[in-house]
Structure formats: C-alpha cells, structure tokens
C-alpha cells in the first residue's frame, strides 16, 4: 500500500482507536480482597474446576476467542499445526495432560511482528514473525514453555484479582495499552510514516477494535513483571524436564531483539520491547548460571530437529512475503536465506530475493546503488526461471525490469513467456497490453 493511500486509512484507524478507548465499564460488586495466589492446574488432584469468577474469565476468553479467529488470518498448515502441538504435548507435565477442562492447543496467526499470547483456557496463538525468527526447536520449546505456563498457572486469574483487590477495574491496564498503542500510531502518523502507522493500527484493531481485553493484556503489557518471570522460570524447567537444551532460553530473547537493520521496527509487543528483554535474558542467565548449569553441556539434550526446520522453511517464506510488502526488507531478506540454507534450489525464495532488490532499487539514493540493486533483481528472477521453467512470475518481474530499462525486445520474451504459463492471469490484459507497445514501435 503506499504512503497516500495508507494515510486516510491510518487516521480512521486511529479515530476508531481512540472511540474504543473511552468506552470502559470497571468491574462491579467489590467482595472484599481476593487470594491472588492460586495453585497451579493439576496441584490440587487429576480433576480440575475453576472457581466462580475463574469460570467468568473462561466464558469471557471464549468470546474473545471466537472474535479473533473471526478477524485474524490463521496460518493454514494443518502439518504444521500438529507440529507445534507435539511439541507444546512433549512440554506439558502429566498433571496437565490428564486435565479436562483445560486443554493446551496452539495456533499460528499469519502476521510478521514478534507476539505471542495465551487465553486462560489454554489457546496459545503465535504469530508467524516471532516463529519465523526462531532458529532451532529448543527456542521453539521455550516460547510455548513460557505461553504455557501462562495458562496452568492461572495468570490471567491472578493479574484479574489484583486489580480487582486494587479497585481499578481489569480493563484498565489493557486501556493503558490501547492508548499508547494509538499515541505510537498517532507519532508515526505525524512525523509522515504513514506505512508504519497503518501497520500498528492493523494490528491493534484486532485486539483493541474488537474489545479483546484479555488477549490485549497477554500480548501487550503482559501479566505483570513477577508473574512474566515466573512464566519464563516454570517454562524453562519443563523445556528442560522435556529434554531440550536449556542454553538457547537467553538466546530466543537476543535474536527478538536483532531489528535486522530496519529502521521501520514497530514491536509493540511484549516479546519485541527492548528494555524486557533485556531483563529476561538476564534472568535467563542467572538461572544457566544456577539451577541449570552444566545442563544440556554433554550433548543429549535436544537442540533442534529435522522436523522444525522443514515445518518453519515455508512458513520463514512466507512470512517474508508480508515483511516486504511493509517495507521490512532487512527481515524479509533474513528469512529468505534461512530458507535457502536448507533448499537453495528453492526457486519462489529467490524470486523473492529478486523482489527485495526491486523495492531496495526504487528506494536508492543515487544511480549506481539503484544500477546495483536492477541487476541483482534480475539475477534473482533469472535464476527462479532456470531452476523451475514452469514458474511464471519471475517472467513477469523480468518483462516490467526490462521494459523500464528500455529493453524491449528482452521484455516481449519475458511477457510472452509468462502468458504463455498463465494465460489466466488476473493482469493477463494488462500484459497484452504491454506486448502491443512493444510491437507497435
């Protein structure tokens, strides 16, 4: 979308922002101060029941559950998805396992920022940037450690009651985060970002625009500094107790951290703050240091797997393709070479190589760097083609490159070779259209 087109959406988006954040209704009905600490799932015996207001949260985490799933994109990979849940499965303890009213069941959501969150209920959702960023299945455990611990340590109950026992209301710590979600668009808004601006309001009208307070405040805020460590500290134990190699806890918060050289870093959430994560790796640390040290030193824990790297190559490509149409191209060409470690044949990862050399050459400051980036772009498409001759777009690419630069007779093969391979093409005119020029010179 470009920037023109972008502003008029990005200022509804804000209005519609801000319309929802004065729109509060405090808890009613103050009973007195609430235990604010709670056993967790499986403590107490196989047959699990939560209390009153417990069962309010779930009914309210459900509704929540049903809107997000309405409007968010999931990402379709039922392969994946079992995935995911094997490992999630090889993480909880038995206690857990053998729960029926809390079920652990993970999902991946299709958008490139660096999230993460779980309802009360045991839905975790991931989205496909933080998954894409990860690099082995130990650093995979411990994120859907720490989301899990979320879940069967009863946060949400908890962080519900403290404020509860504060009489603040429990909607008011995900107003806080709405505002300043919309404050952060509203900044970019106006120093002419209209890109980034369009991007978090995308964002947060999913979560603030529909009223998910409580995915809000998992992916947002978090549940509060002590329970966040606690969370980090449980799920680092049951990644260990599952075999993996604890050394990589430190190491997932160090690469969230990594902007990639992009200067339209717009993390809003709580896995890509700064200034937590550092406080996370550190605690990682102490507890290397501590609890765990020596463990995973001897080579039987599990550091990664076959399995995760096939199941996030096409998932890291993918990704990138969002990651360039927002502009981030240092992270779309990160993903882009995960993929082509493992399969550097792959003819739709260099295609999209080729892509972000195109967008990098619009974007040059002068002749010779575009020059640079126009005849990487054309390597890129060029190779796609020979590795896969039946792959039409990077013939389509190479015929536009080719007619801008004045090559006419190299752009009439390219688009002729493209219709050839899809006559059906939604831009199939258009590119007759061009051959027409072409021909009647």
Same mark, same amino acid.
Request: glycine share 8%.
């Given at each position: 979308?470009?920037?023109?087109a ?9 209005r ?12 009613a ?13 499986g403590a107490?015996g196989p047959?699990?029941k939560?209390?009153s207001?417990e069962?309010?949260l ?9 809107k997000?799933?309405d ?7 039922p392969?994946?998805?079992d ?6 499965d ?5 206690e857990?396992?053998?729960?029926? %009213?809390?079920?652990?069941?993970v ?7 660096l999230?993460?969150f779980?309802y009360p ?5 991931v989205h496909?940037?933080?998954l894409a960023?990860?690099?082995n299945?130990a650093?995979?455990?411990v994120?859907?450690?720490h ?5 069967t ?9 403290s404020?509860r026992n504060k009489?603040i ?8 985060a ?6 952060k ?16 309001n995308?964002?947060g009208?999913?979560?603030v625009?529909?009223g ?5 405040i998992a ?6 500094r002590?329970?966040?460590?606690e ?5 680092l134990?049951r990644?260990?107790?599952a075999?993996y190699? !604890? ?8 690469i969230?951290k990594d902007?990639?050289?992009d200067?339209r870093?717009m ?5 890509g ?5 550092d406080?996370?790796i ?5 507890l ?7 463990v995973g030193?001897a080579?039987?824990?599990?550091t990664?797997t076959r399995?995760?790297q ?5 998932l890291?490509r993918?990704d990138?393709v969002?990651n360039i149409?927002?502009g ?6 990160a993903?882009v ?6 399969? !550097?044949n792959d ?18 400051k002068?002749r010779?760097a575009?020059?640079?980036q126009?005849d ?5 498409y ?7 001759p039946r792959?039409?777009?990077?013939y389509?690419?190479?015929?536009i490159?080719r007619?801008k630069n004045?090559?006419?007779d190299?752009?009439?093969? %390219? ?5 050839d391979?899809?006559?059906d093409a939604p831009?199939a005119q258009q590119?007759?259209d061009?051959i027409?020029e072409?021909?009647?010179?």
């Open positions: 979308m470009s920037k023109t972008a502003r008029p959406q990005a200022l509804e988006n804000i519609s922002l801000a319309s929802v954040i004065v729109i509060v209704s405090l808890l009905g103050q009973t007195g101060c609430l235990s604010t600490s709670v056993p967790p799932v107490e047959a699990f939560p209390t207001d069962r309010r779930w009914d309210q985490a459900r509704e929540e559950e049903r997000l799933r409007k968010a994109t999931l990402y379709q990979d392969i994946l998805e995935y995911l849940n094997q490992v999630a090889r993480l909880a303890p038995p857990v396992k053998g729960q029926e %009213a809390i079920r652990i069941r999902f991946a959501i299709k958008d490139p920022t999230n993460a779980t209920t045991g839905s975790i959702y496909t940037g933080l960023r990860l690099e299945e650093q995979l455990a994120v859907l450690g989301e899990m611990t979320h879940a340590h009863r946060h949400a109950l908890e962080f519900e009651r404020a009489a209301g429990f909607s008011i710590a995900s107003i806080a709405s505002i300043w979600v919309a404050g668009a509203g900044a970019r808004a106006e120093e002419g970002d209209w890109r980034d601006a369009y991007m978090v995308q964002i009208n999913i979560l625009g529909l998910l307070q409580l995915a809000f992916a947002v805020n978090g549940f509060g002590e329970l966040e460590r969370a980090d500290e449980v799920g134990e990644t260990v107790a075999g190699d !604890p050394r990589q806890g430190p190491r997932v918060f160090e969230l902007d990639r050289g200067d870093k993390e809003v959430f709580f896995f703050s700064h200034p937590r994560l406080e996370r550190a605690d990682m640390k102490e290397l240091s501590t609890r765990y040290s020596g030193e080579g039987r824990a599990t990664d399995e995760f096939m199941r996030m190559r096409v890291a993918d990138a969002e149409r927002l981030r191209f240092g992270n779309a060409e993903e070479k995960k993929v082509l470690d493992l399969t !550097p003819p739709v990862a260099h295609y999209l190589l080729g892509q972000i050399a195109e967008k990098r050459m619009a974007e040059a002068d010779a575009g020059d640079k126009l990487k772009a054309l390597e890129e060029q190779l796609a083609a020979r590795l896969d792959y039409a777009d990077p389509r690419a190479i015929g490159l007619y004045g090559e006419k190299e752009a009439l093969a %390219a688009f002729k070779r493209y219709l391979l899809k006559p831009d590119i007759r061009y027409l072409i021909q009647a010179r």
